[in-house]
């Protein structure tokens, strides 16, 4: 009988636990098989019913989006990411983003013309081909930057941020770049309540503290 309630304490425990872990991509911007605009995208993804298609597949992975090495995430379609200028990609996460956040969802493999696509150009969550008025990406974390004489004034030391944001590997080797994952979470993070934080970011940027878990300022 103590075993059995051992084991009930235990599981109610777990369930009491598991709940604000729930929020997940379902029901999200990133869900296209639900919303106004899901008809549109899946004619591009191919995706079906199924969420995780539209950018994995478990089989025949792509392994380059247009000129980019994406290999390893079982990626499943190259989405014709453009040109990219203002700012050097180099981080794969940043890549796979911008092959949609360039506004377009276009399959690079289909050369029909009229196969169809995907356009948001005109809403504010495609960055567009040029990023000279984003943030930047795939740079090295300045705190790690000792040439910088600001650098470890200017920026928090990454130790005090670890488990809450990631820095990454670029293509070219260098280490702890601060990339679009750093600050989002493209399958949406849960905030202490279990409810999605909004725009996929990681940390609520209610206050700016998601700026100043980097910025000292
Ligand atoms: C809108 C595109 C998109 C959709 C939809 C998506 N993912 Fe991802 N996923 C990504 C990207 C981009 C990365 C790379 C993240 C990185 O390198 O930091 C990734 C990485 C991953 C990884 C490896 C790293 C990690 O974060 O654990 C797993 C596992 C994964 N996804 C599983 C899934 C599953 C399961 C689904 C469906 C329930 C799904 N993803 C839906 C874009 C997507
Ligand atoms: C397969 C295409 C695709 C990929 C890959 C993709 N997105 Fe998106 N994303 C979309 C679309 C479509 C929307 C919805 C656009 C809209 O409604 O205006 C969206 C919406 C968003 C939003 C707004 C969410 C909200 O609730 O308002 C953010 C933030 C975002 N994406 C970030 C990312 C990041 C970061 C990555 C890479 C790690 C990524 N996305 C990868 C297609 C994609
Ligand atoms: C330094 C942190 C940071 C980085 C790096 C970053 N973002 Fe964001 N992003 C944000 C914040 C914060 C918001 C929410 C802005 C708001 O709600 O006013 C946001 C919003 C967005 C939106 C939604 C815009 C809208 O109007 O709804 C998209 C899409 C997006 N980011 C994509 C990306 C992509 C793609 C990358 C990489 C090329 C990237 N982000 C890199 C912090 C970042
Ligand atoms: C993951 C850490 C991180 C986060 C979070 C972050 N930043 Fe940054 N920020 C950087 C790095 C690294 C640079 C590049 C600094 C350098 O190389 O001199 C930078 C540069 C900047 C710059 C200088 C612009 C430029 O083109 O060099 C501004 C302004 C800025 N960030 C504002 C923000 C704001 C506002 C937020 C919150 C929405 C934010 N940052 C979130 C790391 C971060």
Redesign the pocket.
């Known amino acids: 009988m103590k075993k059995l309630f051992v084991l009930f304490v235990a599981m109610a425990l777990v369930a009491a636990f598991a709940v604000p872990c729930l929020a997940t991509i379902v029901g999200t911007k990133h869900d296209f098989t639900v919303g106004t605009d899901s008809t549109a995208i899946k004619a591009v993804t191919n995706q079906g019913d199924e969420i995780c298609k539209a950018c994995h597949v478990p089989h025949n992975a792509i392994a380059t989006s247009g000129t980019y090495d994406v290999s390893g995430i079982l990626w499943a379609k190259d989405y014709g990411a453009a040109n990219i200028t203002g700012q050097t990609l180099k981080v794969r996460n940043s890549i796979l983003c911008m092959g949609c956040h360039d506004g377009v969802i276009a399959d690079a493999a289909n050369t029909d013309p009229a196969a169809p696509k995907f356009d948001f150009t005109t809403r504010t969550t495609a960055l567009g081909t040029d990023l000279t008025n984003d943030?930047?990406v795939d740079?090295?974390?300045?705190?790690y930057?000792t040439t910088?004489s600001?650098a470890q004034t200017a920026?928090k030391d990454p130790a005090t941020?670890a488990g809450k944001?990631r820095?990454y590997t670029g293509t070219d080797a260098s280490t702890n770049n601060?990339a679009c994952q750093?600050?989002h979470d493209v399958h949406g993070k849960a905030d202490s309540t279990g409810a999605n934080i909004p725009k996929f970011l990681r940390?609520n940027?209610s206050a700016?503290a998601?700026?100043l878990?980097?910025?000292n300022k």
């Open positions: 943030h930047p740079v090295v974390y300045t705190w930057d910088k600001y920026f941020f944001i820095l601060v750093s600050c940390i940027n700016s998601l700026c878990t980097c910025h």
